[in-house]
């Protein structure tokens, strides 16, 4: 079994920041990607940030200069620095794992339970 423990999400006035974490514990070999995803509501779920074991980073394009996304391999975690957030920003962030499980030594990805970020006056 695997656990993604999220935290960091929470009310923000527009140009706040916050920080989102996001640990991962359990069967775990290798973890070969870590991310984040957020769905507005009314809306589908989209990439935010993701890096690989590769270094290989990724943004949404509506993010890009303004969000940070960062790994800790030693503790298989994963962090977001959002900074100027929006209202727009608005959503429930997802964590997301691809990795490879000590038990069975199979590819698997899952999600974590979501964290709420509203940003608003």
């Known amino acids: 079994q695997v656990q993604l423990v999220e935290s960091g999400g929470g009310l923000v006035q527009p140009g706040g920041s916050l920080r989102l974490s996001c640990a991962a514990s359990?069967?775990?070999?290798?973890?070969?990607?870590m991310g984040w995803y957020r769905q507005a509501p009314g809306k589908q779920r989209e990439l935010v940030a993701s890096?690989?074991?590769?270094?290989?980073?990724n943004y949404a394009d509506s993010v890009k200069g303004r969000f940070t996304i960062s790994r800790d391999n030693a503790k298989n975690t994963v962090y977001l620095q959002m900074n100027s957030l929006k209202p727009e920003d608005t959503a429930v962030y997802y964590c997301h794992v691809d990795f490879v499980s000590s038990t069975f030594r199979r590819e698997y990805d899952y999600w974590g339970q979501g964290t709420q970020v509203t940003v608003s006056s």
């Open positions: 359990g069967s775990i070999f290798s973890i070969s990607a």
């Open positions: 890096t690989t074991s590769g270094g290989i980073i």
